[in-house]
């Protein structure tokens, strides 16, 4: 009995805990909903416009195209897997005859074995350069490589590859059906979120930033981001550019107004990565305190990834822009 009391007793405890948890967490706005995902089927596919269709279960996004002589699919997340075929079966008899990665994440093409073997597989070069240094047989080589940009006419389609330079990963393209007016790129911008932590692990940081302008640079409506709950429009893509944008100007602005040697009165010099964790983290702190009120009541999990964001932003404002700036201003 007397266990059973104490076992409801930190039962009890852990929800007060958990409850004032989930109270310190900004609510996700409504404009971060998309479309419910019949829990049956565990996926939901839509044809945006003229053939061209997305899928997702709900945190994951694919495109196809139908061409009339085949399906054109855009990656294989292994979270929806054998259901992309499902979804694609469900709209059209027409076999997969071409396959296109958007780049070599597995997260976005782990399970592109499922597709037909005798599809064509198209990448960027970089892509076809990483997929071989790791040899992995769920992502089977692509059959055509690009480097700058490559035109798919299959049927009544045609999808423009473009390359807008290294950013999210080298190799990273952008696919663009202009006659639809539709776009697809991934692990850059998230409709209606913050993207994943760190910039959503940008490893050009510059080249993450060009990208939005690269997006926005093309004519089209609908925007398929890889991630998350929901198609975006050119309005979301302005909004994330916007976001990015005040993140740098707030990094370099925390870059030059933090105090270093105030941090480092408080840590001391001899163990210098406490002084310069201490120091960085106060930075990237500053910059997120700048930023978050403005966008937590717009992009959901703002007050999440902010900070993180800032430090990835932070880090390439010191070493790709050679702003190493700290300040002096307590020892005047
Ligand atoms: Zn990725």
Redesign the pocket.
């Given at each position: 009995m007397k266990r059973l009391t104490a076992f409801v007793f930190i039962f009890a405890l852990l929800m007060l805990v958990s409850v004032a948890a989930a109270q310190e967490v900004a609510p996700v706005p409504d404009t971060a909903f998309g479309p419910p995902i019949d829990p049956e089927k565990g996926y939901f596919v839509e044809e945006i416009n003229d053939g061209v269709y997305w899928i997702t279960e709900g945190t994951y996004q694919v495109m196809f195209a139908v061409t009339g002589e085949g399906v054109i699919v855009v990656d294989a997340p292994p979270t929806i897997g054998d259901l992309v075929l499902a979804a694609i079966a469900e709209v059209t008899d027409e076999p997969i005859t071409h396959v296109i990665y958007?780049?070599?994440?597995g997260?976005?093409i782990g399970a592109a074995f499922l597709y037909p073997e005798d599809a064509t597989i198209i990448a960027h070069e970089d892509t076809a350069e990483q997929l071989a240094r790791f040899g992995d047989e769920n992502r089977p080589m692509p059959d055509m490589t690009f480097d700058d940009q490559m035109t798919l006419e299959v049927g009544d389609k045609t999808l423009e590859l473009i390359y807008p330079g290294p950013n999210?990963?080298p190799g990273?393209i952008i696919v663009y059906a202009p006659d639809q007016g539709v776009v697809m790129f991934?692990?850059v911008i998230f409709p209606g979120w913050s993207p994943f932590q760190q910039l959503?692990?940008a490893e050009d940081v510059p080249g993450y930033i060009a990208a939005h302008d690269a997006v926005l640079d093309l004519d089209w409506d609908t925007f398929i981001g890889?991630h998350l709950t929901r198609l975006g429009t050119r309005e979301d893509v302005e909004l994330q550019r916007q976001y990015i944008l005040d993140i740098q100007a707030a990094a370099a602005d925390a870059l030059a107004t933090t105090d270093f040697f105030a941090i480092a009165g408080e840590t001391g010099f001899e163990n210098q990565w406490l002084l310069f964790n201490t120091y960085l983290g106060a930075v990237a702190q500053n910059c997120a305190a700048a930023v978050v009120p403005n966008y937590v009541d717009v992009l959901a999990a703002a007050d999440l990834n902010t900070e993180s964001h800032c430090w990835a932003m932070m880090e390439s404002l010191r070493i790709d822009f050679n702003n190493l700036f700290v300040t002096i201003t307590s020892e005047e």
């Open positions: 958007s780049h070599s994440h997260d976005h999210h990963e990273n991934v692990d959503a692990l890889g």
